[in-house]
């Protein structure tokens, strides 16, 4: 009889996390407790209990300053909240994978999404990350519930998790079945990969024995899913927590006798302990060599083999490394990468599978020194033997510039690329491609008189190939008036020369903005990304001009929507003595020095300059002609607004004489706005002029008793102000009509310049 267990059975990452969180705060002074099952292990929870750390299940029992330990599968946010108002010190254990749930949740909650956590509703996992969503999740455990979710018709937005040990193939039902029936689906596959990963090893090795035995607690969802796996395939399959659960079975009879393959899976939960244990227990059953078993299960590393792991620990020096050994393996950052100064963390991630060479072991120490490269690199060097042979393209960083060239990383082979072979045009600074990826094909592949593999490549071949097929291909649907986007390659006095995928046109400086600049570099700079259009071709020479907008095209965009009154947002082009001139997209027009402001200017250049962004609007426009008239003012910034917005008709000033006229006198009611009063208002008694009672410069009372806002002028009267005179009883004269103390005088323009 044979015994295999299975690849990936055993602690989960997380699981393996959480214990050693638990183990290492055993050892405190300060009380310690796990708030819920730390683990589905009763093993693992009874031998913490032994240690100190028990397990509580309410707030309540949370003391202050006591440790409390999150467990792997995580709290709801309240909970958590409860705790740390309760004075507990939060150890968080929480999974890794999980608590990046908790974060997708709590953050498409606060968008406002409805959420769909695809797991067991009662399994504290689920349980927690709900409460990272004020319990408001739909719990999808089966075909039928989300048949009903998709009835309800208020589902805006759905994001969507899974539960980390949800078996994967229920979950691609459920996001098939979602995105049959909803089109603003966020799908998150947060089902961890250990999980998946064992479930199909544990798949791989049912199919193939004659017994299977699962190993988990009564309480573990991934055990049970992986009971119901193996049991699809093989239907001699038992389930048991332990070796002594196992010894039950045996002394009961319910375990058949085989002479073939006995396979042993276990869930997440499950301490390697506890697999050697079962492992032991049925190999002493079948009678195997006692010794053997043991010694298999026990088997120790030897420097030389190779060995997968999962990554627990990253730091800027070194990788931690759980390779099912007693020691933990540590990969040094120099051999992890051939990078300076690599980003350790942007390489390898936590609870990530790596596979590695086993440099040392040192009993002394404790410690298994471990490479990924030199797998990387016997591996890579096979891969690039093939791509050697078949001319394939291949990318990397350039990590280093050496004598004569650089040096990139591919597949975990050093690739030396010649200065000559480093680019298309040769180029002097090698320095510009450190850092960057690059297209490249191997050259050459040979062995050095040292023994050592030498792998020549060139980024020139790859480069002129496509510059070749690209120019081609532009050549053949080129033409005048096509838009393209490229990138500026480099500048001239006259120009920019602009990369449009293999091929190279020239942007005179004239057409690179707006207004008049002396170099290309004030508009645009190398390695810009513009939008351009194909003024003339020539393809005999090669040559294309090009410009940054079509003004033809424009123009005829903007007669076609111009009307008066609409409003653009104008570039001053150009400043005359009785103007500016605005583009206003392939067109120009005028705003009159008149309408650049309210107060008198003796030159536009006192309101804008060249190069300013207006907002101006069409006052006439005549499209035979090409002439347009802009305003630039606008009405509730002149005088006449401002000063008539808080005056109203019977309101008492005080306002100043500034001129005198036969007919009256204009008084400065604001800034730039004047009243008039009427020769008849100035007195109660009658008066030769005004120029007898009123003076330039006087203050005067006055009460407002006109306001024209169609030909913008104030009437004002102080002779309402004044108390009447008593004049001798007369015979009643007959009413007068009306006066509109702003109406035109009867005076000549003569009489006016003559009192001036």
């Not at 899976?265 to 053997?292: H, Q, R, W």
């Not at 020549?456 to 081609?472: F, L």
């Not at 009063?677 to 008066?687: D, G, P, T, V, Y």
């Amino acid at each position: 009889m044979k015994i295999e267990i299975a690849d990936k059975a055993g602690f989960c990452f997380g699981v393996a996390r959480a214990v050693k969180i638990a183990y290492e705060n055993a050892e405190t002074e300060s009380k310690t407790a796990c708030f819920g099952m730390l683990i589905h292990n009763r093993d693992v929870t009874g031998g913490l209990e032994d240690r100190g750390v028990y397990t509580i299940d309410d707030i309540s029992d949370a003391k202050p300053d006591m440790n409390i330990i999150i467990r792997a599968h995580g709290i709801p946010k309240t909970t958590q909240e409860a705790l740390e108002a309760k004075g507990a010190n939060i150890i968080d254990a929480t999974c890794p994978f999980v608590k990046k749930i908790h974060s997708i949740v709590n953050d498409a909650y606060a968008k406002g999404n409805t959420i769909i956590i695809v797991g067991d509703p009662n399994h504290p996992e689920v349980k927690g990350i709900n409460g990272w969503c004020e319990n408001s999740a739909y719990i999808i455990s089966s075909e039928e519930e989300i048949e009903q979710f998709a009835q309800k018709t208020d589902i805006k937005f759905v994001t969507v998790v899974a539960q980390t040990t949800i078996r994967k193939d229920f979950f691609k039902k459920i996001i098939n079945f979602l995105k049959k029936h909803f089109t603003n689906v966020e799908i998150f596959d947060t089902i961890c990969s250990a999980t998946d990963e064992r479930q199909k090893a544990a798949e791989d090795l049912a199919s193939r024995a004659d017994f299977m035995i699962v190993i988990g607690g009564a309480e573990s969802s991934n055990t049970r899913k992986l009971y119901e796996l193996c049991k699809e395939h093989c239907e001699n399959t038992v389930c048991v927590e332990n070796a002594k659960e196992l010894k039950n079975y045996i002394n009961k009879g319910l375990i058949p006798e085989t002479k073939k393959l006995v396979g042993i899976t276990a869930g997440a939960s499950t301490p390697d302990t506890v697999i050697k244990e079962v492992y032991l227990t049925m190999a002493e059953n079948n009678e195997m060599n006692f010794a053997e078993a043991l010694e298999e299960t026990l088997k120790p590393i030897k420097s030389g083999e190779v060995v997968k792991g999962v990554v627990i620990g990253v730091t800027p020096t070194e990788v931690r490394v759980d390779i099912g050994n007693k020691y933990d393996g540590v990969i040094p950052v120099d051999e992890l990468t051939d990078e300076v100064n690599p980003d350790v963390e942007s390489l390898v991630k936590i609870g990530e599978e790596v596979e590695v060479y086993v440099v040392h072991v040192s009993d002394r120490d404790g410690v298994v020194t471990l490479s990924k490269k030199k797998i990387d690199a016997v591996k890579g060097m096979e891969e690039l033997k093939v791509d050697f042979e078949n001319s394939e393209i291949l990318t990397g960083r350039v990590i280093e510039l050496v004598k004569g060239g650089v040096v990139t990383i591919v597949k975990g082979v050093r690739v030396f690329i010649p200065a000559s072979e480093c680019a298309e045009r040769y180029i002097n600074d090698l320095g510009v491609l450190l850092g960057t990826e690059q297209k490249f094909r191997i050259i050459k592949m040979d062995v050095d008189r040292r023994g050592r593999q030498k792998v020549v490549g060139s980024i020139k071949s790859v480069a002129k190939e496509e510059s070749e097929k690209a120019a081609a291909e532009f050549w053949a649907s080129a033409e005048e008036g096509k838009q393209y986007k490229g990138v500026v390659k480099s500048l001239t006095s006259f120009g920019a020369f602009v990369d449009l995928g293999g091929v190279d046109g020239l942007i005179h400086i004239s057409e690179l903005a707006p207004t008049r600049i002396s170099h290309p570099s004030e508009a645009v700079k190398v390695g810009d990304e513009i939008e351009v259009y194909i003024k003339e071709l020539d393809k005999e020479k090669n040559r294309i001009s090009l410009v940054k907008e079509l003004k033809e095209q424009k123009a005829a965009e903007f007669w076609a929507s111009a009307e008066v009154g609409k409003q653009y947002v104008g570039t001053v082009k150009s400043l005359t003595s009785f103007g500016a001139f605005v583009d206003l997209g392939g067109v120009d027009g005028l705003v009159h020095i008149s309408e650049l402001s309210w107060q008198r200017v003796s030159h536009p250049s006192e309101v804008v300059k060249v190069g300013d962004q207006i907002e101006v609007y069409i006052k006439e426009l005549n499209q035979e002609t090409g002439k347009i008239s802009l305003g630039y003012k606008k009405e509730q910034d002149s005088p006449w607004v401002k000063a008539t917005s808080n005056l109203a008709i019977g309101d008492d000033i005080k306002c100043k004489i500034v001129r005198i006229l036969p007919f009256g006198a204009f008084a400065e009611v604001a800034p730039y706005v004047d009243g008039l009063i009427h020769i008849s208002q100035i007195s109660n008694e009658r008066i030769g002029k005004p120029s007898d009672v009123l003076a330039i410069g006087d203050v005067v009372d006055a009460r407002v008793v006109e306001i024209n806002n169609e030909t913008k002028q104030i009437g004002l009267s102080m002779k309402a102000l004044m108390a009447p005179v008593e004049e001798e009883e007369a015979a009643p004269a007959e009413e007068e009509a009306p006066v509109s103390y702003t109406e035109d005088s009867s005076f000549t323009l003569g009489d006016i310049l003559d009192a001036e």
